[in-house]
DNA sequence: ATCTAACCGAGACGGTACGTCCAGTCTTGGA
DNA sequence: TCCAAGACTGGACGTACCGTCTCGGTTAGAT
């Protein structure tokens, strides 16, 4: 993930292991003591590695971070729910339960912070994290215009500048209900956000 | 904000000019340095404060930053556009324009991270900042019933809930454009976003 | 010793019983390890001191232990042995009995080391340890003229090329018979010594 | 020099060139860092070596100096001058000259103070440099004895213990001039310093 | 017109983490 | 078996801030 090196033959090669234990150590650290918190050093020393090690692979604490949350949502897929209804609940219920555990709590705001400053970083995470997410909602709605429920758009650029706004809108109301707000994202909660933007989307035929 | 002053009477009294520079400083610091790499001591010297001073009232960096930022949503309101469409387009470009600012870009989401590990930080951000940007919502809610644009909502419960529920997106859908997706919260995307939002309040009685 | 400041008068003052403790320690340590296993962050420890409070007195390793190791120096004074002979097999001993205490033995020569490629180091080391040290030698030398024991150099000129020529026969030969040839400098090796000096300098009147 | 070669028949043998590079490209290091900032990667890199290489070879950076300085001494000899004098004045000549090359200066005393503490180093250093300079006052004072300038002496033990002092004297005063005190062994200082050393022994009868 | 308590600046203090460097070891592939 | 390359653990380096603590000195309200 963080690796380029295409042509490195000699000398001896890079632990593969050492790269799980040190996101693994990551995440719990994230989990114990936050990202302000969290310390390169304590880090290395979790994963049972040397401080060395850790810097040769990774440029910092904010790449480093974005690699271990980067792994969360590796799982994130969307079921077939029958409905575009309940496919939208299932994504937001699932990225909800992604920013439950508290290893991407911590780490996930921090890093998009810090991103504000650091083009190299924003790209990493978008890489890593965002675009992730984003293939969801693409495929939401491709599934969608399979059942009819959408009109397929026929302008490409139309189609992207709709899944974004839908994309922002998803992430955003889930993100800012959990860590802003503070409220849990619940079925509930996703079955009225998911009716609001379907109302919505309806109205306006994105 | 940050003093108690219940009764201390004798004695010279804190400097009010102090609090007023500390705050600017930080502001400029945060545009110069972002909230990373500012330190207290830093921020001391622009403001020609000892750093005693500066923690004589502020218990540290986070609650600082959050009082800095936070009077940058003082100009907020909601002028009357005469339309509901055009109120929610309004205040998402209000919003949008502070996250445009980078002392609020660099702020705002590094003390909302820490906040997640942090209660008493986010009670703090809530009431300095969160409840400034609500209260325009639902002001809004209000102009529009008036307007007759929406029903009037008469279980208090259920018109909290919609609030809320309309606040998270709002605010997440502009702060995940912006920050995460790193695009521009223009006139179109506002009226976009307000059509997909009017749509579903309209298609779900909210 | 080590400080100029003759003018810094705000801020809190530094404390004077960490320079004695940190000083204590350095020699502590130095027996303990050596010279070259020393660090300053252990010395800091010992002396239950921050790392920072030693270097903002100290620029590094090298200056403490000059520093550290002068201290042995303080207890040097020739007292009146009646003869010029005795009065060099005095200053001998004097001299061996330093070298003599670990912490000198490993510092010393370090630090001289260490001066080859630091004219500012050798600077410190002279004035703090040498002209400690060659003093004894101008001493004893007034001494022996009082006494009619040797000629009253009236050259001033010749007279320091005289003292320095003895002085270094007299630190050099018990410096290497201790530290290179690793004997012991005893009552019979100084007798010998002065003897042969003597009827050198008998012999070239010098 | 290091090595033990007991028996040693299969497998490659080891590079005969690349002790002399390593040693060389020491001398060289400590020429432009001196010890201190010696280290054997460094070495190692500009002996075109790996650093596998070097441990194999030698114990670590004390043991690899006192070889690379040793082999400045192997030029050391006694031309006959004529005259016990003339002799002495030239050994101290050698000898300073020696001193003047500044990968002596940086590496030879830095090893003798880590010899302080560490015995086997003591041993190297005087197998491979003192035991060379040492051979050159036995000599010396053969071939005095043989002009007749000094009184053949008989007791074996008192000729070591003579030598052994006359040593110390020569090799310390130089040494000290040198390096602590910083002056030039010059012929001047040589001249006056062997008249001195002459006439002591003379009025001694050593 | 003092008194005096709380303020203020400056800066040293004990700590913690930083990111780098080097020591000395180990693991590759190739000679 | 040796070699070059380079990754490995471990630990010290010197720096930067943290948040606390003295200092000497100031300032305004209460006496």
Not at 41 to 67: F, I, M, Q
Request: with cysteine; proline share 3%; net charge neutral.
């Amino acid at each position: 993930m963080q690796r380029s090196t295409p042509a490195a033959r000699t000398g001896r090669p890079r632990s593969a292991a050492a790269d799980a234990a040190i996101l693994e150590a990551t995440r719990e650290a994230l989990v114990e003591l936050g990202w302000s918190k969290l310390t390169l050093g304590d880090v290395a020393t979790r994963a049972g590695v040397a401080k060395t090690t850790l810097y040769r692979r990774w440029a910092g604490k904010n790449e480093l971070v974005v690699d271990a949350v980067a792994e969360l949502f590796d799982e994130l897929e969307l079921p077939d729910r029958g409905s575009l209804a309940a496919d939208i609940e299932g994504v937001v219920l699932q990225f909800a339960a992604i920013l439950d555990r508290p290893e991407a709590r911590s780490g996930l705001m921090a890093v998009v912070a810090e991103s504000t400053r650091d083009e190299a970083l924003r790209e990493r995470i978008r890489t890593s994290i965002v675009d992730r997410q984003k293939r969801l909602v693409v495929q939401g709605r491709a599934r969608a215009a399979c059942r009819g429920e959408l009109p397929t758009e026929t302008d490409p650029e139309a189609a992207a500048r709709g899944a974004a706004l839908i994309f922002d809108m998803v992430a955003g109301a889930v993100v800012h209900r959990t860590l802003v707000s503070a409220e849990p994202v619940d079925e509930d909660w996703a079955r009225r956000f998911a009716a609001v933007l379907l109302g919505g989307l309806a109205a306006t035929g994105i």
